[in-house]
Nanobody, 125 residues
Framework: QVQLVESGGGLVQAGDSLRLSCVFSGRTFRLRPMGWFRQAPAKEREFVAAIQWNGEPTNYDASVKGRFTISRDNAKDTVYLQMDSLKPEDTAVYYC??????????????????WGQGTQVTVSS
C-alpha cells in the first residue's frame, strides 16, 4: 500500500522558515516526479513546486519562486520543501504528491498518482 506522510508544518511568524518533509513508501520512489501543492480555506488546491526523479528539472509557482526550494533524497525516499521568507498568504494545508514512474513534471493535480494527508502551515503577520 502506497503511503506519503508529510511532516514539518506548524505556526510561524512572517519572515520565518519551515522545512516540510514527505516520506514515500509502498512503491518505487526514485523514478517518480514529486510535487508539493497547497490548499487554503475556501480555495482550490494549487501547485507549489515539482521535482523530477533525478533532481532536475524543478518547477515552481511564481508566488513561491525564489523563496521555496524543492529537493529530494532518493536514498531516503523523501522529498523536501524548504520555505523561507514565509508570508501570511502562504498559510494552507500542504500536500505532497507522487507522479507515475517515468512521467514528466506537471503542475496539475490530476497528473499525480498518489497523495499525502497534508500538513498545516500557518503564518502569522
Amino acid at each position: 500500500q502506497v503511503q506519503l506522510v508529510e511532516s514539518g508544518g506548524g505556526l510561524v511568524q512572517a519572515g520565518d522558515s519551515l522545512r516540510l518533509s514527505c516520506v514515500f513508501s509502498g512503491r518505487t520512489f526514485r523514478l517518480r516526479p514529486m510535487g508539493w501543492f497547497r490548499q487554503a480555506p475556501a480555495k482550490e488546491r494549487e501547485f507549489v513546486a515539482a521535482i523530477q526523479w533525478n533532481g532536475e528539472p524543478t518547477n515552481y509557482d511564481a508566488s513561491v519562486k525564489g523563496r521555496f526550494t524543492i529537493s529530494r533524497d532518493n536514498a531516503k525516499d523523501t522529498v523536501y520543501l524548504q520555505m523561507d521568507s514565509l508570508k501570511p498568504e502562504d498559510t494552507a494545508v500542504y500536500y505532497c504528491a507522487a507522479g507515475m514512474s517515468g512521467a514528466g513534471l506537471g503542475s496539475r493535480p490530476g497528473v499525480y498518482q498518489y497523495w499525502g494527508q497534508g500538513t498545516q502551515v500557518t503564518v502569522s503577520s
